[in-house]
T-cell receptor, first 115, second 113 residues
Framework: DGGITQSPKYLFRKEGQNVTLSCEQN?????MYWYRQDPGQGLRLIYY???????QKGDIAEGYSVSREKKESFPLTVTSAQKNPTAFYLC??????????????FGPGTRLTVT | QKEVEQNSGPLSVPEGAIASLNCTYS??????FFWYRQYSGKSPELIMF????GDKEDGRFTAQLNKASQYVSLLIRDSQPSDSATYLC?????????????FGQGTILTVHP
């Protein structure tokens, strides 16, 4: 059963703690992405990775870090430097369907609450 | 700053009507355009993508792209209450963007019986 999994679904942390969100895909997609969504807002790109051992900052990378040691996995760490970490975090992966047009699919998301 | 704009709505239509959702984008170099549906509390799911001018139909959904006017729209025919959701427009700017998407803020659609 192919897809993208994210765990946990809900996560609660105290301010000042780092927290790592998991994202795994078995779709054999090369590219993976992390987005953040705040209530009533669209999605904003945090980091993305085109290939293993390579990743680039998105529009709002400050306070976040990622790694891409395996094709299937792209974990996101929310550090204590992130000023407003409470949000819905979405992981996605994509495949090139038409010479540069990438279809992007999302995991179920992790809802992080920091108090 | 590349921007994608959508009317936030809410857009309310009666069951069986056509719902029309619009999206404009700022960068003329944009290459691929996507429509996602997002139910409350859930992740976005891909409905359609389009990259050529004109119309693309898939069941009750039609995506329309006009690159000269820099807008893309989604028509939903025979709207059903189950179509009530937030619809997100997303744009890929091609080149070395590696499929990065820039999203609009979403349009809330309500289909009432």
């Amino acid at each position: 059963d192919g897809g993208i999994t994210q765990s946990p679904k809900y996560l609660f942390r105290k301010e000042g703690q780092n927290v790592t969100l998991s994202c795994e895909q078995n779709l054999n997609h090369d590219a993976m992405y992390w987005y953040r969504q705040d209530p009533g807002q669209g999605l904003r790109l945090i980091y993305y990775s085109q290939i293993v051992n390579d990743f680039q900052k998105g529009d709002i990378a400050e306070g976040y870090s990622v790694s891409r040691e395996k094709k299937e996995s792209f974990p996101l760490t929310v550090t204590s430097a992130q000023k407003n970490p409470t949000a819905f975090y979405l992981c996605a992966s994509s495949i090139d369907v038409a010479g540069g047009a990438y279809e992007q699919y999302f995991g179920p998301g992790t809802r992080l609450t920091v108090t | 700053q590349k921007e994608v704009e959508q009317n936030s709505g809410p857009l309310s239509v009666p069951e069986g009507a056509i719902a029309s959702l619009n999206c404009t984008y700022s960068d003329r170099g944009s290459q691929s355009f996507f429509w996602y549906r997002q139910y409350s509390g859930k992740s976005p799911e891909l409905i359609m993508f389009i990259y050529s001018n004109g119309d693309k139909e898939d069941g009750r959904f039609t995506a329309q792209l006009n690159k000269a006017s820099q807008y893309v729209s989604l028509l939903i025919r025979d709207s059903q209450p189950s179509d009530s959701a937030t619809y997100l427009c997303a744009v890929s700017f091609g080149g070395t963007s590696y499929g990065k998407l820039t999203f609009g803020q979403g349009t809330i659609l309500t289909v009432h019986p």
